[in-house]
């Protein structure tokens, strides 16, 4: 009997969320659908939304349902105005029990990048499921630092203008060419593969 219990575990049963991720305000809109173990703790829900958009990782981030804050707790950062639970000890299910449930996640405070986040289906338990998996996704996501939504169409705004007096500096800032429409499905998956479920 132990040996069962042992072999089939307990996350065997755990169901798969299948979640939307849109970020705010954006249009076209930037998104992307990933799958994920409900019991998935935050702040690991945190490093799959960085892979599949994907963010650098080099700002802080929040979840948000209602009036509830999770994040990562770090006495160095003192109190940021409200009451912050620590992601560490809550799950996706946690934040969104049920399909269509919905709740916010937020990266870089500076730009405010909110990204809503729906479960869309509640898929049966798979043994087999090892990590995340991203289903698809339209549209390039923002360079980190380019002032939010509004500093982004800002950014392609002066990009399409050849003539504009930025053109240049910012053609240099962001690399050279810049493709909007541009989501990299393998790429996305191949960061995934590196996380856990």
Known sequence: MIGL??????????PLYQ????????QPPIW???VVRSDMKL???HDAIQAVMPWTNSHLHQ????REYYGMINPEFGDMGQEMLNEKHYTVADLAP?????FIYEYDFGDGWEHEVVVEKILPPDKNF??????????ACPP????GIPGYYHLLEVLADPKHPEHLDLKDWIGGEWDASLFEFDGANKMLKQLKA
């Open 43 to 45: 702040n690991r829900l």
């Open 32 to 34: 992307r659908r990933i």
């Open 63 to 66: 979840f948000i349902v209602g």
């Open 98 to 102: 049920a399909a269509k449930k919905k």
């Open 5 to 14: 219990i042992e072999q089939t575990g307990p996350r065997e049963g755990t």
């Open 130 to 139: 090892k990590h995340p998996v991203c289903l698809g996704g339209a549209n």
């Open 19 to 26: 979640l939307k991720i849109t970020l705010k305000w954006s």
């Open 144 to 147: 980190d630092d380019c002032g």
